[in-house]
Each structure stands twice: as C-alpha cells, then as structure tokens.
T-cell receptor, first 114, second 111 residues
Framework: GAVVSQHPSWVICKSGTSVKIECRSLDFQATTMFWYRQFPKQSLMLMATSNEGSKATYEQGVEKDKFLINHASLTLSTLTVTSAHPEDSSFYIC??????????FGSGTQLSVL | DAKTTQPTSMDCAEGRAANLPCNHSTISGNEYVYWYRQIHSQGPQYIIHGLKNNETNEMASLIITEDRKSSTLILPHATLRDTAVYYCIVRGRAAGNKLTFGGGTRVLVKP
C-alpha cells in the first residue's frame, strides 16, 4: 500500500516556541492531505484539509494562525504549531489521499510542550 | 458525512472470529463504508471498505446489509496483535471528502 511518512515521531519543546511537523507521501502524489489531533483516550479530531497550492480549510474551532498548514507540493504538507503552549501537547497525525482513493495515514507525532 | 454507531468495547478470544458491528442508518447512496484500526500510539491503518457488496481481503471481511444501514467487520482468526481501536466511517470517494472518526470499538483479544 501507499506510504505516508511523518516526521518527527516525537518532539519536546519549550512553551512559546514553534514546532514544524512534516508529512510526505512517498510513492504517490496526494491530491489532498488532512491533519488530525488526538488527545489521550480520545478519538481523532480533524483539524484541517489542505490541497496543493491552495489555502487550507480549517475545522470550526481550530485557529488558523496558530496551526499553520503549508501544502507546497503534491507530496509534502507541513503543520507548524506556533507559540506552542502546554495545552497544545497532543498526538498529531497526517493523512494523504488522491482522487477516488482511501486515506493513508502517517505514524503520528507526539508533541510535548513544557 | 453520516454518523456511525459502534459498541464502545468488546473482547474476543485468540484464534476465534471477531465480529464488529456498525450502524450507519443515515448513509447516503454515494457514501462508502470504511474500516480503520488504530494500535496504541500509531496512525490509523486501513482495513477494508465497501459500497454495497460484501468485500474480503487478506485482513478481514466486510458484510453490508442490503439496506446499507449497518455493516459488520469480521476478523476471521483474531490474534493478540489485532488488539486495537476499530473505527467504522462512512465517506464519499472524492479526495476532498473528510474521514470523520467517531469513538470506535476498543477490541481486546485475549489468549
């Protein structure tokens, strides 16, 4: 099956700093990428949908200025958590798909903000 | 996307078949039923999907009722590595269509 690579797997940062997470589709060109967030013992929550070359569409309640998404190419999307605070600590997961295909997920990034 | 209803949790015995039910009574005609699972601290893994016919692959079988209002995922011979949270999701096929996760079923396979 298609492979989606997410990096880093885990990151620890100080409060107030920014963190960038990369999501790459390794063997296919992704029409659309999605970013999810998951808190302990909870389900995945969709944060935003991004298409290559256009602005991301954010879900209600997700701050677009805090969670910057860049989808620069058909194989790369990045999520930047700006001015991170402890409440942003979570498991972030990306997924990628192409037209009429299922979604493939990355392995996730555990973010801990001190 | 249509909402789905799944049991919160279930146990099954290693080596036996595991039958995971899902209700999706508001599914529309162009929405597919997808099943994913998530093992602790990993990204979701695709299992199977279908529209109206039953489907089978190397991982599982998917049985969809004729009225499409419910489905059952069958793991034919559960192993300890099948312990995970299983999500039943309905979604249209277009790339921009979201995959919205509900609570899923926490499956514990016991020796």
């Amino acid at each position: 099956g298609a492979v989606v690579s997410q990096h880093p797997s885990w990151v620890i940062c100080k409060s107030g700093t920014s963190v960038k997470i990369e999501c790459r589709s390794l063997d296919f060109q992704a029409t659309t990428m999605f970013w999810y967030r998951q808190f302990p013992k909870q389900s995945l929550m969709l944060m935003a949908t991004s298409n290559e070359g256009s602005k991301a569409t954010y879900e209600q309640g997700v701050e677009k200025d805090k969670f910057l998404i860049n989808h620069a190419s058909l194989t790369l999307s990045t999520l930047t958590v700006t001015s991170a605070h402890p409440e942003d600590s979570s498991f972030y997961i990306c997924s990628a798909t192409r037209e009429n295909e299922k979604l493939f997920f990355g392995s996730g990034t555990q973010l801990s903000v001190l | 996307d249509a909402k789905t209803t799944q049991p919160t949790s279930m146990d099954c015995a290693e080596g036996r078949a595991a039958n995971l039910p899902c209700n999706h009574s508001t599914i529309s005609g162009n929405e597919y039923v997808y099943w994913y699972r998530q093992i602790h601290s990993q990204g979701p893994q695709y299992i199977i999907h279908g529209l109206k016919n039953n489907e089978t692959n190397e991982m599982a079988s998917l049985i969809i009722t004729e009225d499409r209002k419910s489905s059952t995922l069958i793991l034919p011979h559960a192993t300890l590595r099948d312990t995970a949270v299983y999500y039943c999701i309905v979604r249209g096929r277009a790339a921009g269509n979201k995959l919205t996760f509900g609570g899923g079923t926490r499956v514990l396979v016991k020796p």
